[in-house]
């Protein structure tokens, strides 16, 4: 009962944003382009930061970091902990409500805060809250952005976002290292060096890279719980990555597990790449470039990425080898 009106809240929820857009849209019906993309990014921001007011926790990333295997992980934790519904998946507060044991997590790009508040370049808003930063090496991340871009994005997020017309002939390449404010390697290395440079005025602060949790789930798994002062048992932490395991991710977005949820659902069931799960590979930027362009690609990441996420070092290493 208490998830059927879960599902119910968010589905108004979820009406709201939708009307305050096309109401927003209707007002602006005879404004620019640029002037509608202003105003709904601020719309935006306004209801980022109200949730990142009301959160217990936060998870921020840049988009295809890893967040949905993360989301998938804690939420099963958190359903075999407290007996909720199967296909419930993590949300803000829809877990809470239905046992005030699991903390409101708030899960954000951090992508329209910057443009409700003074100063773009700081992380004031969040400075008071314990953030979890989950970052990914920017290079899979830049090409895991092109199969979003190319497979998956609804063409007002390509405008909203500043993505490159999905009509142009872009290759991969030129995405990766072009200057796209959307996912190019310069808008993920800026991204993170805006949260390095911030880092240090956050009080509570756990970065959290992808590549150790492949490496390592239950270690880091293990740490992030503690950082988020949630007590589960090694048993209860091993189920949790088991379901979220690459294979069963799989399977559920094939299944369309979390479809009430609105996450977790092919584009295309006949086209691999437009899928959310795509190949979670460490490391996979190189399969898509010859030697020259990953060389590039690596000296690109090496003079612009701040050292504290160890990447810029991961580059040299391969160059060397």
């Known amino acids: 009962m208490k998830y059927a009106v879960q599902q119910l809240r968010h589905a108004a929820s979820t009406l709201r944003k939708k009307l305050a857009r ?16 202003t105003a709904e990014r601020r719309l935006r ?4 930061l109200a949730r990142l007011r009301e959160a217990d926790i936060v998870v921020v990333s840049f988009g295809k970091s890893g967040r949905t295997w993360l989301r998938v992980m804690l939420s099963h934790l958190f359903r075999i902990q407290h007996g909720l519904p199967e296909n419930a998946l993590l949300g803000f507060d829809n877990f809470h409500n239905m046992n005030p ?25 969040f400075y008071d809250k314990p953030v979890v930063l989950m970052v990914r090496d920017p ?16 063409p007002n997020k390509v405008t909203l976002n500043n993505y490159p017309p999905r009509d142009r002939d872009t290759s991969l390449f030129e995405f990766v290292t072009g200057d796209n404010d959307g996912g190019s390697l310069r ?10 440079a911030e880092a240090p005025r956050v009080k509570r602060l756990h970065v959290l890279r992808y590549e150790d949790l492949r490496s390592d789930p239950q270690g880091e798994l293990a ?3 503690a950082f988020m002062q949630v007590e589960a048992t090694p048993e209860e932490q091993a189920a949790a990555i088991e379901h979220a395991s690459f294979d069963n991710m799989k399977k559920m977005e094939g299944a369309d597990t979390f479809r009430f949820a609105g996450r977790m659902r092919a584009r295309d069931r006949d ?17 898509y470039f010859d030697d020259e362009q ?10 612009s990425l701040d050292a504290l996420y160890g990447y810029s070092r991961d580059a040299t290493r391969e160059q060397t080898r």
């Open 294 to 303: 990953v060389a590039a690609i690596d000296q690109q990441l090496r003079n």
């Open 45 to 48: 921001g306004r209801e980022q």
């Open 139 to 154: 290079r899979d991340v830049a090409v895991s952005q092109f199969f979003q871009w190319k497979f998956r994005l609804k």
């Open 223 to 225: 740490t992030l719980l």
């Open 101 to 125: 044991a699991v903390p409101k997590i708030f899960f954000t790009h951090d992508n329209y805060i910057k443009d409700v508040i003074d100063d773009p370049a700081s992380k004031a808003p």
């Open 22 to 37: 096309r109401v927003l849209n209707w007002r602006l019906r005879n404004a620019s382009g640029a002037e509608v993309v």
């Open 187 to 196: 808008a993920v290395v800026e991204y993170l060096n805006v949260w390095a």
């Open 271 to 287: 086209n691999p790449d437009s899928y959310k799960v795509r190949r979670a590979k460490v490391g996979g930027y190189r399969d």
